[in-house]
């Protein structure tokens, strides 16, 4: 039967077939055929985007068509057969997502992927006292990655931070916690044009002399991909430069800390 609803699209020309994405993908939906990454099981795909933040080429979106409606038994009977031992993770994924599966699976209410979840929840009441003005730590402009010169002096031996685009919504204390004294640039991995970005990251490693890098970028998965895009450009910029990726949680706490190589 052919429904409407997201599933995985793969850019052929930009993905390399590093096979990041297999593990990312609990229903097996995903095989390297021929150098290349394929969506083998469409009804295999729950849409829920959890392989797009494994790729380093941003090969991976999501995209809405007319396909087989997704088959959640045949899921756990794949498993079954083929990885007994990934079938506590699948449950766990589905758990996890269970508000983010679109209204047609066997699990209703749901919607796409989790970058898109519908969420809402109260916010803490506190006594403030008077209203207190708090100075800005931003000492540069632009920020946006896209509109950054790579010869920006601003850049110059600086401490970079990297920040996704919901960061500073979800993190409160942005500028006192990682703006203040920073040079920034601020991109999302998953609507922007990686290609540019990676250039572009590339240049300014090459040319900038810059002294530590943070990425800070949002727990749903695609997020991470702006992660795998400072590695990739650090490697193409052939510089060694100390990286640190922050995983900001939606409800504005800070949830990991980790020193990448």
């Known amino acids: 039967m052919k429904v409407r609803r997201k599933i995985i699209k793969i850019d052929e020309e930009k993905c390399d077939g590093c096979g990041l994405c297999i593990p990312g993908c609990p229903e097996g939906a995903l095989q390297i055929i021929n150098g290349k990454a394929r969506l083998v099981k469409e009804n295999f795909c729950d849409g829920l985007g959890a392989c797009m933040g494994e790729c380093p080429q941003g090969a991976l979106s999501i995209e809405e068509k007319e396909v087989e409606e997704y088959d959640e038994e045949g899921v756990i009977a794949h498993i079954k057969e083929k990885s007994p031992e990934l079938l506590e993770r699948h449950l766990k994924h589905l758990k996890e997502h269970a508000h983010e599966l679109p209204q047609h699976h066997s699990h209703p209410g749901m919607t796409a992927c989790p970058s898109a979840k519908i969420l809402q929840w109260e916010g803490k009441e506190e006594e403030t006292g008077e209203k ?17 010169p790579v010869d920006a002096p601003y850049f110059q031996k600086a401490d970079l931070v990297l920040i996704a685009d919901c960061v500073p919504f979800a993190y409160a204390n942005l500028h006192q916690d990682f ?45 991470h991909g702006l992660v795998h895009l400072a590695q990739e450009a650090l490697k193409k910029s052939g510089k060694d430069i100390p990286f640190e990726s922050i995983k900001i949680g939606i409800k504005g706490e800070v949830l990991s800390r980790e020193i990448k190589k």
Do not use: T
């Open 132 to 148: 207190v003005e708090i100075n800005s730590e931003l000492r540069q402009w632009p920020v946006q990655l896209h509109l950054v």
């Open 179 to 223: 703006l203040k004294g920073k040079s920034i640039a601020v991109g999302c991995p998953k609507l922007d044009e990686v290609d540019l970005y990676l250039d572009k990251l590339s240049q300014i490693f090459k040319h900038s002399n810059i002294k530590s890098l943070k990425v800070l970028h949002m727990e749903v998965p695609c997020c």
